[in-house]
Protein backbone atom coordinates (compact mmCIF):
# COMPACT_ATOMS: atom_id res chain seq x y z
CA UNK A 1 0.00 0.00 0.00
CA UNK A 2 1.80 3.27 -1.26
CA UNK A 3 0.83 6.22 0.60
CA UNK A 4 0.57 9.57 -1.89
CA UNK A 5 -0.65 12.03 1.00
CA UNK A 6 2.53 13.32 1.76
CA UNK A 7 3.47 14.80 -1.71
CA UNK A 8 3.33 18.78 -2.00
CA UNK A 9 0.26 18.09 -4.14
CA UNK A 10 -2.01 16.95 -1.75
CA UNK A 11 -3.69 18.28 1.25
CA UNK A 12 -2.95 17.01 4.63
CA UNK A 13 -6.31 16.31 4.97
CA UNK A 14 -6.66 14.51 1.83
CA UNK A 15 -5.02 10.88 1.24
CA UNK A 16 -4.71 8.47 -1.70
CA UNK A 17 -3.44 5.15 -1.20
CA UNK A 18 -2.62 3.08 -4.42
CA UNK A 19 -1.83 -0.70 -3.71
CA UNK A 20 0.63 -2.38 -6.11
CA UNK A 21 3.51 -4.60 -5.56
CA UNK A 22 6.32 -3.44 -3.31
CA UNK A 23 9.22 -3.49 -6.45
CA UNK A 24 7.28 -2.12 -8.68
CA UNK A 25 5.88 0.75 -6.52
CA UNK A 26 9.40 1.65 -5.60
CA UNK A 27 10.59 1.84 -8.75
CA UNK A 28 7.40 3.84 -10.29
CA UNK A 29 7.63 6.78 -7.30
CA UNK A 30 11.69 6.73 -7.90
CA UNK A 31 10.81 7.61 -11.89
CA UNK A 32 8.30 10.15 -10.17
CA UNK A 33 10.36 11.52 -7.94
CA UNK A 34 7.35 11.30 -5.17
CA UNK A 35 8.14 10.60 -1.43
CA UNK A 36 7.34 6.81 -0.68
CA UNK A 37 5.68 5.70 2.78
CA UNK A 38 4.01 2.45 3.01
CA UNK A 39 1.27 1.77 5.39
CA UNK A 40 0.02 -1.78 6.61
CA UNK A 41 -2.68 -3.48 4.73
CA UNK A 42 -6.32 -3.55 6.52
CA UNK A 43 -6.62 -7.29 6.03
CA UNK A 44 -3.85 -9.79 7.28
CA UNK A 45 -1.64 -10.50 3.92
CA UNK A 46 1.62 -12.31 4.55
CA UNK A 47 2.60 -12.07 1.43
CA UNK A 48 4.00 -9.40 -0.42
CA UNK A 49 2.75 -8.67 -3.42
CA UNK A 50 -0.58 -6.78 -5.58
CA UNK A 51 -3.92 -5.92 -3.47
CA UNK A 52 -5.92 -5.78 -6.41
CA UNK A 53 -8.19 -8.12 -6.10
CA UNK A 54 -8.49 -11.91 -5.62
CA UNK A 55 -7.48 -13.30 -8.68
CA UNK A 56 -7.40 -17.13 -10.25
CA UNK A 57 -4.11 -18.96 -10.51
CA UNK A 58 -4.28 -18.29 -13.69
CA UNK A 59 -4.15 -14.46 -13.54
CA UNK A 60 -0.77 -13.26 -15.21
CA UNK A 61 0.70 -10.29 -12.63
CA UNK A 62 1.04 -7.07 -14.29
CA UNK A 63 4.36 -6.56 -15.59
CA UNK A 64 6.61 -3.10 -14.34
CA UNK A 65 5.47 -1.52 -17.70
CA UNK A 66 2.22 -2.02 -17.51
CA UNK A 67 2.32 -0.90 -13.31
CA UNK A 68 4.35 2.03 -14.41
CA UNK A 69 1.64 2.91 -17.00
CA UNK A 70 -1.24 2.47 -14.47
CA UNK A 71 0.16 4.26 -12.31
CA UNK A 72 0.86 7.42 -14.35
CA UNK A 73 -2.72 7.59 -15.57
CA UNK A 74 -3.85 7.27 -11.87
CA UNK A 75 -1.54 10.43 -11.27
CA UNK A 76 -3.05 12.24 -14.00
CA UNK A 77 -6.84 11.55 -13.58
CA UNK A 78 -6.84 12.23 -9.73
CA UNK A 79 -3.83 15.41 -9.45
CA UNK A 80 -6.16 17.56 -11.10
CA UNK A 81 -9.45 17.32 -8.80
CA UNK A 82 -7.02 16.73 -5.58
CA UNK A 83 -5.17 20.04 -6.16
CA UNK A 84 -8.54 21.50 -6.55
CA UNK A 85 -9.66 20.19 -3.70
CA UNK A 86 -6.81 21.77 -1.80
CA UNK A 87 -6.66 24.81 -2.86
CA UNK A 88 -10.75 25.12 -1.32
CA UNK A 89 -9.66 23.05 1.87
CA UNK A 90 -6.93 26.07 2.55
CA UNK A 91 -9.73 28.60 2.90
CA UNK A 92 -11.07 27.17 6.02
CA UNK A 93 -12.33 29.08 8.77
CA UNK A 94 -12.21 32.82 7.29
CA UNK A 95 -15.27 33.69 9.12
CA UNK A 96 -14.57 29.69 11.14
CA UNK A 97 -17.38 27.62 9.81
CA UNK A 98 -18.20 25.22 12.88
CA UNK A 99 -16.58 21.95 12.90
CA UNK A 100 -18.82 19.24 11.85
CA UNK A 101 -18.82 15.88 10.67
CA UNK A 102 -20.39 15.64 6.98
CA UNK A 103 -22.82 13.46 5.83
CA UNK A 104 -23.02 11.68 3.16
CA UNK A 105 -24.40 14.16 1.04
CA UNK A 106 -21.83 16.19 1.36
CA UNK A 107 -23.37 18.46 3.50
CA UNK A 108 -22.49 19.50 7.34
CA UNK A 109 -24.73 17.82 9.70
CA UNK A 110 -25.73 20.73 11.61
CA UNK A 111 -28.18 21.91 8.04
CA UNK A 112 -25.80 23.72 6.31
CA UNK A 113 -22.89 23.02 3.79
CA UNK A 114 -19.58 24.27 4.84
CA UNK A 115 -18.20 25.24 1.51
CA UNK A 116 -14.35 26.22 1.69
CA UNK A 117 -14.29 26.17 5.25
CA UNK A 118 -13.53 24.78 8.77
CA UNK A 119 -13.99 21.08 7.91
CA UNK A 120 -11.56 19.42 9.64
CA UNK A 121 -11.17 20.75 13.00
CA UNK A 122 -9.20 23.10 14.53
CA UNK A 123 -6.31 24.61 12.82
CA UNK A 124 -2.61 23.97 13.71
CA UNK A 125 -1.03 26.57 16.01
CA UNK A 126 1.06 28.87 13.80
CA UNK A 127 5.13 28.82 14.15
CA UNK A 128 6.78 31.38 15.68
CA UNK A 129 9.06 31.65 12.36
CA UNK A 130 5.75 32.93 10.70
CA UNK A 131 4.53 35.05 13.36
CA UNK A 132 8.00 37.17 12.82
CA UNK A 133 8.03 40.38 11.70
CA UNK A 134 4.46 40.67 12.75
CA UNK A 135 4.53 43.57 16.21
CA UNK A 136 3.34 41.96 19.81
CA UNK A 137 0.92 42.73 21.85
CA UNK A 138 3.74 45.27 23.45
CA UNK A 139 4.98 46.54 20.19
CA UNK A 140 0.76 47.47 19.51
CA UNK A 141 0.15 48.99 22.67
CA UNK A 142 3.98 51.26 22.00
CA UNK A 143 2.61 52.35 18.27
CA UNK A 144 -0.64 53.34 19.67
CA UNK A 145 0.93 55.85 22.27
CA UNK A 146 3.11 56.54 20.08
CA UNK A 147 1.16 57.61 17.11
CA UNK A 148 -1.27 59.42 20.16
CA UNK A 149 1.63 61.55 20.59
CA UNK A 150 2.68 61.89 17.39
CA UNK A 151 -0.68 63.07 16.20
CA UNK A 152 -2.12 64.18 19.36
CA UNK A 153 -4.12 67.26 17.11
CA UNK A 154 -6.18 65.11 14.96
CA UNK A 155 -6.31 61.70 17.82
CA UNK A 156 -6.92 60.37 21.17
CA UNK A 157 -6.45 57.01 22.22
CA UNK A 158 -8.15 55.07 25.07
CA UNK A 159 -8.92 51.20 26.03
CA UNK A 160 -12.65 50.17 26.06
CA UNK A 161 -11.67 47.21 28.58
CA UNK A 162 -9.30 44.45 29.03
CA UNK A 163 -8.99 40.69 27.47
CA UNK A 164 -8.87 37.67 29.65
CA UNK A 165 -5.49 38.16 30.42
CA UNK A 166 -5.68 41.55 30.99
CA UNK A 167 -4.36 43.04 27.96
CA UNK A 168 -6.16 46.30 27.41
CA UNK A 169 -7.92 46.83 24.20
CA UNK A 170 -6.56 50.10 22.82
CA UNK A 171 -8.67 52.26 20.37
CA UNK A 172 -7.34 54.99 18.35
CA UNK A 173 -10.18 58.07 17.77
CA UNK A 174 -9.20 60.10 14.16
CA UNK A 175 -10.43 63.37 13.80
CA UNK A 176 -9.98 66.93 14.20
CA UNK A 177 -12.29 67.32 17.21
CA UNK A 178 -11.60 64.23 18.94
CA UNK A 179 -13.25 62.84 22.11
CA UNK A 180 -15.86 66.17 21.40
CA UNK A 181 -19.34 64.93 20.56
CA UNK A 182 -20.51 66.61 16.82
CA UNK A 183 -23.11 66.11 14.74
CA UNK A 184 -21.14 63.74 12.35
CA UNK A 185 -21.44 60.02 11.61
CA UNK A 186 -18.58 57.39 13.40
CA UNK A 187 -17.21 54.84 11.89
CA UNK A 188 -15.11 51.57 13.40
CA UNK A 189 -12.53 48.84 12.18
CA UNK A 190 -11.91 46.02 14.77
CA UNK A 191 -8.73 43.91 14.06
CA UNK A 192 -7.44 40.42 14.86
CA UNK A 193 -11.05 39.10 16.09
CA UNK A 194 -9.25 35.73 15.72
CA UNK A 195 -5.89 35.22 17.11
CA UNK A 196 -4.62 33.58 13.99
CA UNK A 197 -5.72 36.55 11.89
CA UNK A 198 -3.23 39.18 12.63
CA UNK A 199 -3.15 41.20 8.94
CA UNK A 200 -6.30 43.70 10.21
CA UNK A 201 -4.01 44.81 13.71
CA UNK A 202 -1.11 45.17 11.06
CA UNK A 203 -3.17 47.20 8.64
CA UNK A 204 -5.17 49.43 10.74
CA UNK A 205 -1.83 50.92 12.28
CA UNK A 206 -0.98 51.22 8.78
CA UNK A 207 -4.39 53.38 7.91
CA UNK A 208 -4.00 55.50 10.95
CA UNK A 209 -0.42 56.57 10.05
CA UNK A 210 -0.92 57.00 6.67
CA UNK A 211 -4.17 59.63 7.51
CA UNK A 212 -1.78 61.49 9.98
CA UNK A 213 0.81 62.05 7.34
CA UNK A 214 -1.28 62.69 4.30
CA UNK A 215 -4.84 64.05 5.59
CA UNK A 216 -3.09 68.10 5.45
CA UNK A 217 -2.65 67.01 1.52
CA UNK A 218 -4.62 64.05 0.85
CA UNK A 219 -8.12 65.12 0.10
CA UNK A 220 -9.87 62.41 0.93
CA UNK A 221 -8.03 61.88 4.11
CA UNK A 222 -8.43 65.35 4.95
CA UNK A 223 -12.39 64.77 4.16
CA UNK A 224 -12.56 61.92 6.44
CA UNK A 225 -10.67 64.15 9.53
CA UNK A 226 -12.72 66.71 9.27
CA UNK A 227 -16.58 64.99 8.73
CA UNK A 228 -15.91 61.71 10.53
CA UNK A 229 -15.11 60.47 13.65
CA UNK A 230 -13.26 57.55 13.08
CA UNK A 231 -12.19 54.37 15.60
CA UNK A 232 -9.76 52.02 14.99
CA UNK A 233 -9.34 48.86 17.21
CA UNK A 234 -6.36 46.53 15.99
CA UNK A 235 -6.96 43.81 18.32
CA UNK A 236 -10.07 42.57 19.67
CA UNK A 237 -8.18 39.45 20.60
CA UNK A 238 -4.48 40.03 21.94
CA UNK A 239 -4.39 36.93 23.76
CA UNK A 240 -5.34 34.61 21.04
CA UNK A 241 -2.86 36.26 18.83
CA UNK A 242 0.04 35.47 21.33
CA UNK A 243 -0.76 31.64 22.05
CA UNK A 244 -1.04 31.63 17.74
CA UNK A 245 -4.61 30.34 17.54
CA UNK A 246 -8.27 31.03 16.97
CA UNK A 247 -9.78 31.35 20.25
CA UNK A 248 -9.10 34.05 22.81
CA UNK A 249 -7.40 32.95 26.45
CA UNK A 250 -10.46 30.79 27.01
CA UNK A 251 -10.50 29.20 23.69
CA UNK A 252 -13.53 30.73 22.87
CA UNK A 253 -14.88 32.17 19.31
CA UNK A 254 -15.02 35.82 19.72
CA UNK A 255 -17.34 36.11 16.90
CA UNK A 256 -19.37 33.01 18.10
CA UNK A 257 -20.18 34.73 21.23
CA UNK A 258 -22.59 37.84 20.96
CA UNK A 259 -26.40 37.21 21.70
CA UNK A 260 -28.40 35.85 18.21
CA UNK A 261 -31.65 37.12 16.96
CA UNK A 262 -32.65 33.43 15.61
CA UNK A 263 -31.41 31.17 18.25
CA UNK A 264 -31.28 31.56 22.26
CA UNK A 265 -27.22 31.33 22.54
CA UNK A 266 -24.92 33.96 24.64
CA UNK A 267 -27.87 35.42 25.96
CA UNK A 268 -26.21 35.72 29.52
CA UNK A 269 -24.12 38.68 29.64
CA UNK A 270 -21.99 37.38 32.78
CA UNK A 271 -21.11 34.07 30.31
CA UNK A 272 -19.91 36.26 27.57
CA UNK A 273 -16.09 36.78 27.17
CA UNK A 274 -14.54 40.15 28.61
CA UNK A 275 -13.86 41.13 24.96
CA UNK A 276 -17.38 41.04 23.89
CA UNK A 277 -18.60 42.40 26.89
CA UNK A 278 -16.08 45.80 25.62
CA UNK A 279 -17.24 45.58 22.20
CA UNK A 280 -20.94 45.61 23.88
CA UNK A 281 -20.31 48.39 26.33
CA UNK A 282 -18.99 50.32 23.50
CA UNK A 283 -21.70 50.72 21.44
CA UNK A 284 -23.38 51.54 24.02
CA UNK A 285 -21.43 55.00 24.65
CA UNK A 286 -21.06 55.72 20.84
CA UNK A 287 -23.42 55.65 17.80
CA UNK A 288 -21.52 54.04 15.08
CA UNK A 289 -23.25 54.67 11.69
CA UNK A 290 -21.32 51.84 10.14
CA UNK A 291 -18.18 49.32 11.24
CA UNK A 292 -16.05 46.89 9.78
CA UNK A 293 -14.16 43.83 11.43
CA UNK A 294 -10.99 42.06 9.44
CA UNK A 295 -10.47 38.51 8.91
CA UNK A 296 -8.12 36.49 7.11
CA UNK A 297 -8.40 33.33 4.97
CA UNK A 298 -10.55 34.50 1.86
CA UNK A 299 -10.95 36.88 -0.17
CA UNK A 300 -14.67 38.58 -0.14
CA UNK A 301 -16.73 41.53 1.39
CA UNK A 302 -19.25 39.42 3.56
CA UNK A 303 -22.72 41.36 4.54
CA UNK A 304 -25.96 40.58 6.65
CA UNK A 305 -27.47 38.34 7.41
CA UNK A 306 -24.98 36.10 8.67
CA UNK A 307 -27.57 33.05 9.74
CA UNK A 308 -30.77 32.04 9.01
CA UNK A 309 -33.93 30.89 10.95
CA UNK A 310 -33.67 27.27 9.45
CA UNK A 311 -30.20 26.80 9.69
CA UNK A 312 -30.02 26.26 6.51
CA UNK A 313 -27.10 27.85 3.99
CA UNK A 314 -29.46 30.05 1.89
CA UNK A 315 -29.67 33.77 0.61
CA UNK A 316 -30.90 35.89 3.70
CA UNK A 317 -31.34 39.38 2.83
CA UNK A 318 -31.65 41.83 5.85
CA UNK A 319 -33.98 44.66 5.71
CA UNK A 320 -30.97 46.74 4.47
CA UNK A 321 -30.38 44.39 2.05
CA UNK A 322 -29.70 47.02 -0.90
CA UNK A 323 -27.44 49.69 1.49
CA UNK A 324 -24.81 46.60 2.31
CA UNK A 325 -24.23 45.20 -1.23
CA UNK A 326 -23.71 49.37 -1.96
CA UNK A 327 -21.12 49.20 0.89
CA UNK A 328 -19.39 45.40 0.27
CA UNK A 329 -19.37 46.67 -3.55
CA UNK A 330 -17.53 50.05 -2.14
CA UNK A 331 -14.49 48.11 -0.29
CA UNK A 332 -14.73 45.18 -3.06
CA UNK A 333 -14.21 47.23 -6.04
CA UNK A 334 -11.64 49.74 -4.44
CA UNK A 335 -9.48 47.04 -3.81
CA UNK A 336 -6.89 45.89 -6.20
CA UNK A 337 -8.88 42.31 -7.10
CA UNK A 338 -11.68 41.31 -5.00
CA UNK A 339 -13.82 42.68 -6.95
CA UNK A 340 -12.35 39.88 -9.94
CA UNK A 341 -13.49 36.73 -7.80
CA UNK A 342 -14.46 33.44 -9.60
CA UNK A 343 -15.36 32.47 -5.86
CA UNK A 344 -17.83 35.32 -5.38
CA UNK A 345 -19.54 37.14 -7.71
CA UNK A 346 -18.60 40.73 -7.68
CA UNK A 347 -16.63 39.92 -4.53
CA UNK A 348 -19.05 40.04 -2.00
CA UNK A 349 -21.37 37.36 -0.68
CA UNK A 350 -24.28 37.35 1.90
CA UNK A 351 -23.12 35.78 5.36
CA UNK A 352 -26.03 33.02 5.10
CA UNK A 353 -25.47 32.36 1.25
CA UNK A 354 -21.94 31.60 2.02
CA UNK A 355 -22.48 29.73 5.54
CA UNK A 356 -24.30 30.38 8.04
CA UNK A 357 -23.16 31.36 11.22
CA UNK A 358 -24.63 32.09 14.72
CA UNK A 359 -23.58 34.41 17.45
CA UNK A 360 -21.66 36.90 15.23
CA UNK A 361 -20.56 40.16 15.87
CA UNK A 362 -21.90 41.61 12.48
CA UNK A 363 -25.58 40.80 12.79
CA UNK A 364 -25.40 42.11 16.49
CA UNK A 365 -23.91 45.61 15.85
CA UNK A 366 -27.25 45.91 12.99
CA UNK A 367 -29.99 44.59 15.14
CA UNK A 368 -28.77 46.24 18.52
CA UNK A 369 -26.69 49.39 17.52
CA UNK A 370 -28.50 50.45 14.18
CA UNK A 371 -24.59 50.19 12.57
CA UNK A 372 -24.15 48.54 9.44
CA UNK A 373 -21.05 45.97 9.62
CA UNK A 374 -19.15 44.13 7.21
CA UNK A 375 -17.22 41.43 7.48
CA UNK A 376 -14.34 41.88 5.46
CA UNK A 377 -11.84 38.93 4.52
CA UNK A 378 -9.17 40.27 3.25
CA UNK A 379 -6.19 37.77 2.85
CA UNK A 380 -6.55 34.57 1.31
CA UNK A 381 -3.38 33.79 3.55
CA UNK A 382 -4.71 33.93 7.31
CA UNK A 383 -1.15 34.55 8.30
CA UNK A 384 0.36 35.27 6.19
CA UNK A 385 4.98 35.95 5.79
CA UNK A 386 5.05 39.73 6.97
CA UNK A 387 6.92 40.33 3.89
CA UNK A 388 3.28 40.54 2.22
CA UNK A 389 2.02 42.56 4.53
CA UNK A 390 3.19 46.13 2.96
CA UNK A 391 1.37 44.52 -0.72
CA UNK A 392 -1.53 43.59 1.51
CA UNK A 393 -1.47 47.61 2.37
CA UNK A 394 -1.32 48.74 -0.80
CA UNK A 395 -4.25 46.40 -2.29
CA UNK A 396 -6.77 47.45 0.95
CA UNK A 397 -5.72 50.96 1.50
CA UNK A 398 -7.93 52.54 -0.95
CA UNK A 399 -11.01 49.82 0.02
CA UNK A 400 -10.50 50.96 3.77
CA UNK A 401 -10.92 54.80 3.03
CA UNK A 402 -13.80 54.36 0.32
CA UNK A 403 -15.80 52.45 2.56
CA UNK A 404 -15.19 55.36 5.77
CA UNK A 405 -16.15 57.77 3.50
CA UNK A 406 -18.72 56.07 2.07
CA UNK A 407 -21.38 56.94 5.04
CA UNK A 408 -20.50 60.89 4.24
CA UNK A 409 -20.91 60.68 0.46
CA UNK A 410 -24.39 58.56 0.19
CA UNK A 411 -27.24 58.06 2.12
CA UNK A 412 -29.44 60.92 4.41
CA UNK A 413 -28.20 62.60 7.24
CA UNK A 414 -29.70 65.30 9.22
CA UNK A 415 -31.18 66.56 13.11
CA UNK A 416 -34.38 66.69 14.30
CA UNK A 417 -35.93 69.63 15.99
CA UNK A 418 -38.66 70.58 18.69
CA UNK A 419 -41.21 73.34 16.69
CA UNK A 420 -41.94 75.18 20.42
CA UNK A 421 -38.63 75.10 21.69
CA UNK A 422 -35.87 74.87 18.69
CA UNK A 423 -34.26 72.17 20.75
CA UNK A 424 -33.05 69.11 19.78
CA UNK A 425 -35.39 66.01 19.50
CA UNK A 426 -33.42 62.02 19.98
CA UNK A 427 -35.49 60.98 17.68
CA UNK A 428 -36.09 58.21 14.95
CA UNK A 429 -35.86 57.58 11.64
CA UNK A 430 -36.90 55.12 9.18
CA UNK A 431 -37.69 54.78 5.88
CA UNK A 432 -40.94 53.47 4.60
CA UNK A 433 -40.88 49.59 3.27
CA UNK A 434 -37.78 49.34 5.07
CA UNK A 435 -38.24 47.41 8.47
CA UNK A 436 -35.18 49.23 10.61
CA UNK A 437 -35.50 52.39 12.68
CA UNK A 438 -32.40 54.38 13.31
CA UNK A 439 -32.03 56.76 16.33
CA UNK A 440 -30.42 60.33 16.50
CA UNK A 441 -28.14 60.93 19.24
CA UNK A 442 -29.43 62.26 22.65
CA UNK A 443 -27.18 65.32 22.54
CA UNK A 444 -27.25 66.49 19.24
CA UNK A 445 -30.00 64.79 17.83
CA UNK A 446 -28.17 63.78 14.78
CA UNK A 447 -28.93 61.21 12.41
CA UNK A 448 -26.88 59.45 9.20
CA UNK A 449 -29.17 56.52 7.78
CA UNK A 450 -27.16 54.74 5.30
CA UNK A 451 -29.09 54.17 1.84
CA UNK A 452 -28.17 52.37 -1.23
CA UNK A 453 -28.17 55.49 -4.16
CA UNK A 454 -30.07 55.53 -7.13
CA UNK A 455 -33.24 55.43 -5.85
CA UNK A 456 -36.22 57.12 -3.90
CA UNK A 457 -36.82 57.04 -0.45
CA UNK A 458 -39.67 58.20 1.89
CA UNK A 459 -38.08 59.18 5.02
CA UNK A 460 -40.16 59.61 8.53
CA UNK A 461 -38.89 61.29 11.71
CA UNK A 462 -41.16 60.76 15.01
CA UNK A 463 -40.79 61.28 18.03
CA UNK A 464 -42.98 60.50 21.35
CA UNK A 465 -45.15 63.60 22.01
CA UNK A 466 -44.66 64.39 18.84
CA UNK A 467 -46.25 64.52 15.55
CA UNK A 468 -44.22 62.38 13.02
CA UNK A 469 -43.18 64.04 9.14
CA UNK A 470 -42.66 62.15 6.48
CA UNK A 471 -40.47 63.52 3.29
CA UNK A 472 -39.80 62.35 0.35
CA UNK A 473 -36.44 62.43 -1.53
CA UNK A 474 -34.42 61.19 -4.32
CA UNK A 475 -30.98 60.04 -3.61
CA UNK A 476 -28.55 60.49 -6.48
CA UNK A 477 -25.02 59.87 -6.08
CA UNK A 478 -24.35 62.25 -2.98
CA UNK A 479 -25.73 62.24 0.40
CA UNK A 480 -28.85 64.53 1.10
CA UNK A 481 -29.28 66.51 4.25
CA UNK A 482 -32.59 66.41 5.77
CA UNK A 483 -33.48 68.22 8.94
CA UNK A 484 -37.29 67.94 10.27
CA UNK A 485 -39.00 69.97 13.22
CA UNK A 486 -41.45 68.32 14.85
CA UNK A 487 -44.73 69.88 16.03
CA UNK A 488 -45.78 68.75 19.66
CA UNK A 489 -49.50 66.35 20.41
CA UNK A 490 -51.61 69.51 21.46
CA UNK A 491 -52.95 67.99 25.12
CA UNK A 492 -56.86 68.96 25.67
CA UNK A 493 -55.47 70.87 29.13
CA UNK A 494 -52.93 72.90 26.08
CA UNK A 495 -55.72 73.61 23.98
CA UNK A 496 -58.00 75.49 26.79
CA UNK A 497 -55.12 77.28 27.84
CA UNK A 498 -54.22 78.58 24.25
CA UNK A 499 -57.68 79.67 24.05
CA UNK A 500 -58.30 81.54 27.04
CA UNK A 501 -54.56 83.27 26.41
CA UNK A 502 -56.32 84.21 22.92
CA UNK A 503 -59.62 85.83 24.08
CA UNK A 504 -57.30 87.71 26.66
CA UNK A 505 -54.84 89.18 24.17
CA UNK A 506 -58.17 90.54 21.49
CA UNK A 507 -60.04 93.42 22.08
CA UNK A 508 -63.56 91.81 21.66
CA UNK A 509 -63.18 88.66 23.37
CA UNK A 510 -61.53 90.89 26.16
CA UNK A 511 -64.99 92.72 26.57
CA UNK A 512 -66.88 89.56 26.07
CA UNK A 513 -64.90 87.82 29.08
CA UNK A 514 -64.59 91.19 31.23
CA UNK A 515 -68.72 90.61 30.91
CA UNK A 516 -69.02 87.22 32.07
CA UNK A 517 -67.42 87.91 34.79
CA UNK A 518 -69.26 90.88 36.02
CA UNK A 519 -72.32 88.65 35.35
CA UNK A 520 -70.88 86.20 37.33
CA UNK A 521 -70.44 88.74 40.25
CA UNK A 522 -66.68 87.91 40.12
CA UNK A 523 -65.35 91.35 40.01
CA UNK A 524 -63.81 91.15 43.10
CA UNK A 525 -61.29 88.81 41.29
CA UNK A 526 -61.67 90.55 38.20
CA UNK A 527 -58.27 92.40 38.67
CA UNK A 528 -56.03 88.98 39.94
CA UNK A 529 -57.57 87.08 37.22
CA UNK A 530 -56.48 89.60 34.68
CA UNK A 531 -52.96 89.71 36.06
CA UNK A 532 -52.97 85.69 35.67
CA UNK A 533 -54.08 85.71 32.46
CA UNK A 534 -51.86 88.35 30.98
CA UNK A 535 -48.62 86.61 32.28
CA UNK A 536 -49.58 83.13 31.17
CA UNK A 537 -50.36 84.99 27.72
CA UNK A 538 -46.45 86.40 27.79
CA UNK A 539 -45.20 82.68 28.90
CA UNK A 540 -47.28 80.87 26.41
CA UNK A 541 -45.85 83.31 23.44
CA UNK A 542 -42.50 83.57 24.03
CA UNK A 543 -42.63 79.65 23.59
CA UNK A 544 -44.10 79.69 20.12
CA UNK A 545 -41.55 78.38 17.40
CA UNK A 546 -39.24 79.99 16.86
CA UNK A 547 -37.72 78.27 14.40
CA UNK A 548 -40.67 78.67 11.89
CA UNK A 549 -38.70 80.53 9.08
CA UNK A 550 -37.00 76.81 8.57
CA UNK A 551 -39.15 74.46 6.21
CA UNK A 552 -39.87 71.29 7.21
CA UNK A 553 -38.16 68.73 4.92
CA UNK A 554 -35.56 70.96 3.17
CA UNK A 555 -33.17 69.15 1.14
CA UNK A 556 -30.04 69.76 0.56
CA UNK A 557 -27.65 68.30 -1.25
CA UNK A 558 -24.25 67.44 0.44
CA UNK A 559 -21.11 69.27 -0.91
CA UNK A 560 -18.67 66.35 -2.54
CA UNK A 561 -15.14 67.13 -3.02
Known amino acids: MIDLSATRYFHPSVSLRISLRDDDAKRTLLQLKLPLRRTPHPQTNPIPGAHYAIRSGQERAPSTREVREKMKLVLC ?59 TNSDLEKAVKAFGRRCGNISRTYSIGKSVNGVPLWVIEISDKPGIEEAEPAFKFIGNVHGDEPVGRELLMLLANWICDNYLKDPLAKKIVENVHLHLLPAMNPDGFTLRRRGNANNIDLNRDFPDQFFPVNGDVSSQQPETRAIMRWLKEIRFTASASLHGGALVANYPWDGTEDKRRHYFASPDDEAFRFMASVYSHSHRNMSSSKEFQGGITNGAAWYPIYGGMQDWNYIHGGCFELT ?65 SRGLADYHRMLAPGAKYEVVASMPG ?63 VIVVLAFICILFRRRMPVLKHRQTGVLKKSVVV
Open 376 to 440: LEISDNKWPNASELPTLWEYNKMSMLNLVASVIKTGVHGRIYSSDSGRPLPGFVLIKGINSTIKA
Open 77 to 135: LCLPHLVVLSSLFDHAGARGGESRPLSPSGFASGGYAGVARHLFGERRAVSSDVARGYM
Open 466 to 528: YKPKTTTIWLEEGAMTVDFILDPVATPVENRLKSICDCSCSGKSSIELMGFIWNAHLGVYFLL
